[in-house]
T-cell receptor
Framework: QQQVKQSPQSLIVQKGGISIINCAYENTAFDYFPWYQQFPGKGPALLIAIRPDVSEKKEGRFTISFNKSAKQFSLHIMDSQPGDSATYFCAAISNFGNEKLTFGTGTRLTIIP | DGGITQSPKYLFRKEGQNVTLSCEQNLNHDAMYWYRQDPGQGLRLIYYSQIVNDFQKGDIAEGYSVSREKKESFPLTVTSAQKNPTAFYLC??????????????FGAGSRLTVL
C-alpha cells in the first residue's frame, strides 16, 4: 500500500515536444506529492510539488496534473529542451507526522534535437 | 549557503575493507537519510535518523552501519559484510513534522567502487 508506481521507465521526446510522466498510488493518506529531477552524477533536486486539494499546478514549463479519484498524478514538461534530459522521480508522503517519502522508480527522459 | 555536503565524491575500496562516507548538513534539519542508487535504478533507503542518537533501518540496511552523534552529521559505514557495495550513495535531510516539511534535500552523492 505504500508503493508509488511510475511509468514509463524511459522516455525519448523530440525538442519542443511535450514530455509526460505518470504516477499512481494506493495509500489514500498521501497528501503531498513532490517531483524530483536528477542529472547524471548529481543528487535529486525538488522540482515541483502538489497537494490533492488542487487539480493542477504549473511552474514555468512544468505542470503537475492531479486526479484524486483515480489516485494518479503526472508531470508534463512543455516545450521540452535538451537541458531537461534527466531522471525524474515522483514521490508521495502522508500527513501523519515524521513520515518518510515513498519514491517511484524513476523515468529517464532524453530530449533529442 | 545552506545545504548538504557529502564526501568524498569518489571512493575506491578493496574487497574486505570498511569505508565511511561523510554527510554534513547546515540546514538545521532534524532528520537525515541515506539512500543507495544503482545504475538505472530508483532510490533505496538504507538508514534514517529523525533525532540525534537515534536511527532506524531502512529497506536495505544489511552490511551498513550509521551513527548520529550530532544533529549536523550522519556518517555511513559500508562494511565488508555488504556483498555488492559498488553504487551511488545519496545523503538527504528534512525537517520533522507534517508532510510538506518532510520533503527531502539531497546532497551531491558519493560514488563508491569496489575494486
Amino acid at each position: 500500500q505504500q508503493q508509488v508506481k511510475q511509468s514509463p521507465q524511459s522516455l525519448i521526446v523530440q525538442k519542443g515536444g511535450i514530455s509526460i510522466i505518470n504516477c499512481a498510488y494506493e495509500n489514500t493518506a498521501f497528501d503531498y506529492f513532490p517531483w524530483y529531477q536528477q542529472f547524471p552524477g548529481k543528487g535529486p533536486a525538488l522540482l515541483i510539488a502538489i497537494r490533492p486539494d488542487v487539480s493542477e499546478k504549473k511552474e514555468g514549463r512544468f505542470t503537475i496534473s492531479f486526479n484524486k479519484s483515480a489516485k494518479q498524478f503526472s508531470l508534463h514538461i512543455m516545450d521540452s529542451q535538451p537541458g531537461d534530459s534527466a531522471t525524474y522521480f515522483c514521490a508521495a508522503i502522508s500527513n501523519f507526522g515524521n513520515e518518510k517519502l515513498t519514491f517511484g522508480t524513476g523515468t529517464r527522459l532524453t530530449i533529442i534535437p | 549557503d545552506g545545504g548538504i555536503t557529502q564526501s568524498p565524491k569518489y571512493l575506491f575500496r578493496k574487497e574486505g575493507q570498511n569505508v565511511t562516507l561523510s554527510c554534513e548538513q547546515n540546514l538545521n534539519h532534524d532528520a537525515m537519510y541515506w539512500y543507495r542508487q544503482d545504475p538505472g535504478q530508483g532510490l533505496r533507503l538504507i538508514y534514517y535518523s529523525q533525532i540525534v542518537n537515534d536511527f532506524q533501518k531502512g529497506d536495505i540496511a544489511e552490511g551498513y552501519s550509521v551513527s548520529r552523534e550530532k544533529k549536523e552529521s550522519f556518517p555511513l559505514t559500508v562494511t565488508s559484510a555488504q556483498k555488492n557495495p559498488t553504487a551511488f550513495y545519496l545523503c538527504a535531510s528534512s525537517m520533522n513534522g507534517n508532510s510538506g516539511a518532510n520533503v527531502l534535500t539531497f546532497g551531491a552523492g558519493s560514488r563508491l567502487t569496489v575494486l
